[in-house]
């Protein structure tokens, strides 16, 4: 790894979907730090963070009446110390007001960082105000806690403010990442006695690289709206990216781009297989499918076909009066080699227990194919359906796996716990074992693909938290790879901008008509990823 290159002035920003972002792992982020302080004079980079820190807090709460400054034994509270030394001398400039009350984690200060060490003799200096304890009524609260350092147990002092700070409806600016986050995978530490995030303003300026836990598992919730500052350094290109968090900048309207000279030929066929009928089992999954094929459809596939797993009788569904444009065919018809070969399959959805017999010629015919729901529970209890899945990847196919928590779990041998604790290295393992691209679903969405940097998705939130919203990202993410050519475009690109889409629908739902969020609405808003 090369030595970060430093320049003067290049500020902080609010992050937005328009922008890619590369996310740095926390080992990677200390080297650079490290590395960066060395071309530097003493102090320069905490001096930097701390300003930082100050301008964003004054931009957030220009007319705070009382700012608290929480801050640990380490290098983040120095960070939380220079920004509460400008903060304070702002408010001497100005009367007064606001007034900026310090909290101080050290028990040692002998054993300060000495960038830490030198920020509170500062502050100290500047005659900023310490306290045993946060002030009762606070505008603004500053948490610069514990940073990106390894999580220490919570005790004393520590344990009440983090307490205060996560329970807290005011607002909060966290320094680096919200204390107790961990920065690679996006769990968060609990706390003894503390009840969930409190739903108020959070606010997190992310300093000198971003890390890919502020945007999965926990990240985003604790972490809030993010800022980032790269405080001058710029990595070397040879440093080893951890993640992408993704963008689709051209993927947030309808563009109606079609060439006038096309036709539905020119979009593909998608085949859904799956939908249980009641009569079956006594549990009726067709609507999952259906879901699935009117996305797909309103993504822009040219032809989608319907094969519901139900029992053969009159009674059996025939057409869709919400989209009669879709074609329901027994499901032994799409099984013929030629069409599986042929179309971009999307599989699982609603299948239940009879979707396990069919995913032999499924998974050996399909020549693109998107897995998901009872598809992928029949491959974790079936040894033998697991190895036709890798076989897949040494003839070339494409394949999808679209697991939630729970599913991947089950594929891993594991349980959601251990999936959650680490979501990239859980969607990273399932593709380097399967030869699959895993897009491991909920908050942050992980997309991971053998020899490809993984992707976050920063798009979605709780309103997609209902049932069917999983078959409508199925079928949109088989619409995007039906055209001819998708796969020399890259499976990746494709399946990024679906699932981008569907985030971003959930994120503006309100701009519409429609009162709530359900999956039968969501699929008719979609449009073509062309």
Not at 40 to 46: G, S
Request: net charge neutral; glycine share 12%.
């Amino acid at each position: 790894m090369g030595t970060p290159h430093f320049t003067e002035g290049t500020g902080l920003r609010q992050l937005s979907t328009a922008r890619r972002e590369t996310l740095y792992g926390s080992a990677t982020t200390r080297r650079i730090e490290q590395q960066a302080a060395a071309t530097l004079p003493r102090h320069a980079l905490m001096a930097h963070a701390g300003l930082a820190v100050a301008r964003l807090a004054q931009a957030l709460q220009p007319h705070a009446r009382c700012i608290w400054v929480a801050c640990g034994p380490g290098n983040n509270g120095g960070d939380g110390l220079v920004a509460a030394t400008h903060l304070h001398a702002w408010a001497q400039a100005r009367g007064g007001a606001p007034r900026v009350v310090v909290t101080h984690a050290a028990q040692d200060e002998a054993r300060l960082p000495a960038d830490a060490h030198q920020a509170l003799a500062a502050a100290r200096s500047a005659g900023v105000a310490f306290a045993s304890e946060p002030p009762a009524d606070w505008d603004l609260a500053i948490d610069a806690l514990l940073g990106i350092g390894p999580v220490r147990p919570f005790e004393g002092a520590l344990a009440r403010w983090l307490t205060v700070l996560r329970q807290s409806s005011g607002a909060v600016l966290c320094v680096d990442l919200p204390s107790g986050l961990d920065a690679d995978t996006g769990t968060l530490a609990p706390l003894d006695g503390a009840a969930a995030l409190a739903p108020g303003p959070r606010h997190t300026l992310s300093l000198l690289t971003l890390k890919p836990g502020l945007f999965t598992a926990a990240g985003r919730d604790a972490a809030g709206s993010v800022w980032f500052d790269d405080l001058g350094t710029t990595p070397d290109p040879d440093v080893p990216v951890t993640a992408w968090l993704e963008a689709q900048p051209q993927a947030t309207a309808p563009t109606n781009a079609r060439p006038h000279a096309s036709h539905k030929g020119s979009y593909g066929d998608v085949v859904v297989i799956g939908g249980q009928g009641i009569a079956v089992r006594g549990a009726g999954m067709t609507g999952a499918a259906v879901l699935a094929a009117r996305a797909a459809l309103h993504a822009g596939a040219g032809r989608v076909f319907v094969g519901l797993l139900e029992d053969g009788t009159p009674s059996d569904t025939h057409w869709d009066p919400v989209c009669p444009e879709l074609m329901f065919r027994r499901p032994e018809l799409l099984l013929e080699r030629d069409v599986l070969g042929s179309s971009s399959v999307v599989c699982g959805c609603g299948g239940g227990a009879a979707v396990a017999a069919l995913l032999p010629r499924v998974l050996s015919g399909a020549g693109t194919l998107v897995l998901d729901a009872d598809a992928l529970n029949a491959i974790a209890a079936d040894a033998a359906l697991q190895t036709l899945l890798g076989h897949r990847h040494g003839r070339g196919a494409t394949t999808v796996l679209t697991p939630h928590p729970l599913e991947a779990a089950r594929l891993l041998g594991s349980d959601t716990a251990a999936v959650m604790a680490d979501r990239l290295r859980a969607a990273h393992t399932l593709a380097e074992r399967f030869g699959v691209l895993c897009v491991l679903k909920g908050s942050g969405t992980v997309l991971a693909a053998p020899g490809e940097v993984p992707r976050i998705n920063p798009t979605g939130n709780a309103a997609l938290a209902t049932a069917g919203t999983g078959d409508v990202l199925a079928g949109m993410v088989g619409s995007a790879l039906a055209r001819p050519g998708a796969s020399s475009e890259g499976v990746m690109a494709r399946v990024a901008a679906a699932v981008f889409q569907h985030g971003w629908l959930a994120d503006h739902w309100n701009d519409g008509p429609a009162p709530g969020l359900s999956a039968r609405r969501l699929a008719a808003r979609v449009w073509p990823l062309d």
